[in-house]
């Protein structure tokens, strides 16, 4: 599979190379929006399916924005948030690469369209990086274009993109950071200073775009050099260039590495980001199986999957690698020996089996359930189960942070990146054996095929994203009095989040469902029975002027505006279902 054979593409020159990088830009464009379907024509005002996480990262869009150019702080703690402790967005995800893009279109169309653009970007520039990645490797520009839609609308991203993950969903770093690796430990003379630079660069922007990406990489990193050393070239670790160039890519990393990591350090070292307990990460193991079912919105087989398997939860566990990647992959390593990349293929083999051991988690699950055995009582009390251990367990136990990662099934990410690049090593295979007359055909005929395997059909839900007009009503009353919203369980929902860019004011809540803070953890107990009297005196003692009570998760409402005024509240008005009360200040 070099640039010579058949099947493939002769190197061009830079103008003509320029052309087919715009092109292959421009297919995965039309392709995003034939995946995301109907998303182009609700670009301004609704994001895809039920508001969630998706209404996070559009408040984040909008919150850089106001941070950077109005407040002229940190956008990284909110003083607004969790108030007034203030809130350390690092709990969650910054996501700076991913929502950058997001703030500049913004200025174009507001944040709801700044947040349909990045996503958007993501299918386009992780087809773009695959396929680089591919035709670098093969010379084929039709293996780069299969491999690309593969990777591209792999089902991992489609579920991400359905539930509003803009973080996972920035996945074009991945093909670019580990082909600068490969480039740097298999070339042996000279610094390789634009491999160097490569691997920094795109290793600091996945740290700027989740943490969770950020460490699962350097643990497959190790994965990766490691097998490279003992399968390809056992005299890796005696070469000065190997420690030289590692050295330059930890030191040119470092200023985007810095930018990322820092926020999340400072917050560990606060108590701020919380371990898991065993049962709770064993929730979040993936099955063997979630590798091999199709995605619950495949449009022919879909509904059936959900219907006849546990996909609870369906959105980490949407793991599917695919047929034709599936496929393809196998011819490549059928045919490794006739392949230069034969080396590669191997160090891939051994980290798609090391990351999918990974992704099972601490305890061996089947069809989302844990499988149990005998085991002797010494054994049980030591494990706290009689589940499969798994050895995730062992990192669980004893490798740092390794116990903060809430769904460790995520490793199975890398899984589907190595299988797909071997996709598009195979692909060049087959297309180079039909040769040069046929290969614009069965390159077709296998992007049709992808297609089919992987279109999850029209999106059938959209959700308008917009303020509440008791959020407008708060905007217009003078003074700066925090704003608390009840029932207590509303305060750390992502859409009160979005409210406060309406309303200006100070919150009491935030989105804490990972990382709860601690003046939260404090204040809950008290507050999710309000009204009280304990629940008021702490409402003053946090500077709360503005009261709201959801009429809709109040049957008697009646009885409880009666408790809130007998406390001293005074009633203001009801403004589409919420009630409002000025709490006087003391």
Known sequence: MTSSSAGTSPKPGRGRAALIHAAVLGFYTLLSLVMTYPLALHLTDSVAGQIGDNIYFVFLIKWYQQAWFGLHISPFFSPLLNYPQGWNLASTDTSLATTLPGLFFSLFGGAT????????????????????????????????????????????????????????????????????????????????????????????????????????????????????????????????????????????????????????????????????????????????????????????????????????LWVEATLYIGIVALVLAGVAWLRRKESEHRPLMKVALVVIGVAFILALGVRLHWLGQEVTMPMPAAVQTYLHSNA??????????FLPFFDKMRAIMRMGFFVLIFTTLLAGLGAAWLLQWVGKRRAPWVTALLLILVFVDFYPGAFPQFAQVTGRPVDEWLAAQPGQGAVAQFPFG?????????????????????????????????????LEAFPSAEGKAILGQLGVHWVLFDLSAYPDFAAVRAQVERLGLKYDTTVSGQAVFELPAP
């Open 388 to 397: 499969v251990p798994m050895p995730a367990l062992i990192l669980f136990r």
């Open 490 to 526: 509303q305060e750390d929902d992502q859409q009160q989040v979005y409210n406060t860019l309406i309303h200006g004011k100070p919150f009491i809540g935030g989105f804490f469902s990972a990382n709860q803070p601690e003046q939260y953890g404090r204040i809950k107990p008290v």
């Open 113 to 312: 369209f700044g947040y349909n653009a990045a996503m958007l970007l993501t299918f386009v520039l992780s087809g773009w990086a695959m396929f680089y990645w591919v035709r670098r490797l093969t010379g084929s520009t039709g293996a780069g274009l299969v491999g690309g839609m593969i990777y591209a609308f792999l089902p991992y991203r489609m579920a991400h993109f359905l539930i509003g993950h803009l973080n996972l969903s920035g996945t074009e770093w991945f093909p670019l950071y580990f082909m600068g690796l490969y480039d740097l430990l298999r070339k042996k003379e000279g610094w390789q200073w634009s491999s160097i630079l490569l691997t920094a660069v795109t290793l600091g922007l996945i740290g700027l775009t989740s943490m969770y990406y950020l460490y699962m990489t350097l643990l497959i990193s190790v994965v990766f050099v490691f097998a490279y050393w003992l399968l390809v070239d056992r005299a890796l670790l005696r070469s000065r260039w190997f420690y030289q160039r590692m050295a330059g890519v930890g030191v040119a990393s470092i200023p985007l590495l810095a930018a990322g990591i820092l926020p999340f350090l400072g917050l560990n070292s606060q108590g701020g980001l919380a371990s898991r307990s065993v049962s709770y990460a064993s929730m979040y193991s993936a099955s063997p199986t979630d590798f091999f079912l199709p995605s619950t919105l495949q449009f022919l087989v879909g509904k059936w999957v959900g219907q006849h398997f546990d996909r609870s």
